[in-house]
């Protein structure tokens, strides 16, 4: 059987703070498969962001524990000198604002030919003609002319199509997109989810797909991971999630949502409450206080739900995992 692109087994990253120690991501697991699109969503910090930091070996002031394995290559221990060998080469990422992300001072094409220098150490002009190529395989038209532009000449969604060429000039197995189109109006990104399907399809690549949109996950996932807390709430194929949410808050998720079948007229239902702290950690589930099930509930699974947190498990089949005591419950109760 062959490995996984991507394999992350029991992550775990903390930061040590002078008010104590925040675990952002706990017991974390996934896999992702060459040519498959793995979602990760969940509320602004619930480790969506941390995680794909870990993957790319980014974090400086962190303890970084578990396994991130790369087509079999343990990558958790690596020195920093081996892990920028695969950070362009064997795996890429793209970051939510391109413009933070370009330098100011350099041509858009100066950029990209010097990422593809430094992996392939090629001529000058090969490497221009790469950056080229790849603006034009990203839909930039006049790749030439604007290949020696500066990004701030660049739209939002230009600059972000310029990204994704930098990140794929040296055909990389794994592309993680974080918060890719946030920043975008809808029809651009449409557009940029769109190139990125199809620079997947072409290339075989796996993506990690870091979002807060369901929208979004909708559109271009395969698999959906949900995070609460640093932690997996929900695991599944994206069809299953939205057909079948197994745990409460994926169903609140799934309810924030607008529904063009809404005749109602109703306003969007809100989950209540905030995101718990990840210095002070709760007992038992990190969900129990916002949560409609353990609401509803009688007194004997209000007290499970505080006191005894739940592990992942299968929910309906093997490639479906809740961590839930009432998994599948939600729509009856949340209702």
Known sequence: MTAPLLEVRDLRVAFTTPRGTVTAVDSLGFTVEAGRTLGIVGES??????????VMGLHRDARVEGSIALAGQELTGLSERELSRLR??????????????LHPYYTVGEQIAEHFR??????????RKRAVDMLGEVGIPEPARRA????????????????????????????????PTTALDV??????????ARLQQDRGLGVVLITHDLGVVARVAHEVLVMYGGRAAEQAPVDDLFADPAHPYTRGLLDSLPRLDDTDDQPLRAIPGSPPSLREPAPGCAFAPRCAVAAAGPAEHRDRCTTERPELRPYTAADRLAACHFAGTALEVAQ
């Open 148 to 179: 020696g532009e500066y990004p701030h000449q660049f739209s939002g969604g230009m600059r972000q199509r310029a990204m994704i060429a930098m990140a794929l000039a040296c055909e990389p197995d794994l592309l993680i997109a974080d918060e």
């Open 118 to 127: 430094v992996h392939f150490r090629t001529g000058r002009a090969a490497a």
């Open 187 to 196: 029809t651009v990104q449409a557009q940029v989810l769109e190139l990125i």
């Open 45 to 54: 910090g619930s480790g969506k962001s941390v995680t794909s930091l870990a």
């Open 88 to 101: 362009g080469r064997r795996m890429a990422m793209i970051f939510q604002d391109p413009l933070s992300s």
